[in-house]
């Protein structure tokens, strides 16, 4: 059964800071990789979809990268703002099941 | 396209009341699927449909759950009878294709059983 690890679930950091989360998978069998934000009482947003074949997605100041052999992630927020804040999950396709999901990281970014 | 639109968004009511969510997907999307989300569990995959069809149920916790697709445009999902262990945040989401795509998620209904 796959699982889906975020580390850290909270992470809070000052305003321009460079930073990374963290994801990692159980098996390595994926074909891609989702990256979602959630802000409080809100839906999710997709953010980047990395394919197997691909190491790294960008859009804008977010780059994903995906190393299937270690079943590791990892989203990089450049000069992070505070509107940067939310919940991040990542989320890969397993079995039977379209989508498996992390629990997220819960980032603050403090002006 | 207006997104994925849920109704409603807040509701409260008492254990033993029927609970009915309501999902509105993306034009065009094929699939649509239904999550439920807590702080313990996180986001968990309840059911999703094919072309209106269930495809695969077995995240349903128990009997009281059931869910419906009776078109393209519209699906439920039906809490009877609601307990306090059913307070949560529900999420209705859609898809072109299934596994693997990226999907496109509702605001959410936060239910809450006293």
């Known amino acids: 059964k796959q699982e889906v690890t975020q580390i850290p679930a909270a992470l809070s950091v000052p305003e321009g800071e460079n930073l990374v989360l963290n994801c990692s998978f159980t098996?390595?069998?994926?074909?891609?990789l989702q990256w979602f934000r959630q802000d409080p009482g809100k839906g999710l947003t997709s953010l980047l979809l990395?394919?197997?074949?691909?190491r790294e997605q960008t859009s804008g100041r977010l780059n994903a990268s995906l190393d299937k052999s270690s079943g590791r992630s990892t989203l990089y927020i450049a000069a992070s703002q505070p509107g940067d804040s939310a919940t991040y999950l990542c989320?890969?396709?397993?079995?039977?099941?379209?989508?498996?999901f992390g629990k997220g990281t819960r980032l603050s970014v403090i002006a | 396209d207006a997104g994925v639109i849920q109704s409603p968004r807040h509701e409260v009511t008492e254990m033993g009341q029927e609970v009915t969510l309501r999902c509105k997907p993306i034009?065009?999307?094929?699939?649509l699927f239904w999550y439920r989300q807590t702080m313990m569990r996180g986001l968990e995959l309840l059911i999703y449909?094919?072309?209106?069809?269930?495809?695969?149920d077995s995240g349903m916790p128990e009997d009281r759950f059931s869910a419906k697709m009776p078109n393209a445009s519209f699906s439920t999902l039906k809490i009877q009878p609601s307990e306090p262990r059913d307070s949560a945040v529900y999420f209705c989401?859609?898809?072109?294709f299934g596994h693997g795509d990226e999907q496109y998620f509702g605001p959410g209904t936060r239910l809450t059983v006293t």
């Open positions: 989401a859609s898809s072109f």
């Open positions: 098996d390595s069998a994926i074909y891609n």
């Open positions: 990395i394919q197997s074949s691909q």
């Open positions: 989320a890969v396709p397993s079995g039977n099941t379209p989508l498996v």
């Open positions: 034009s065009g999307h094929d699939y």
């Open positions: 449909f094919n072309n209106n069809v269930p495809i695969d």
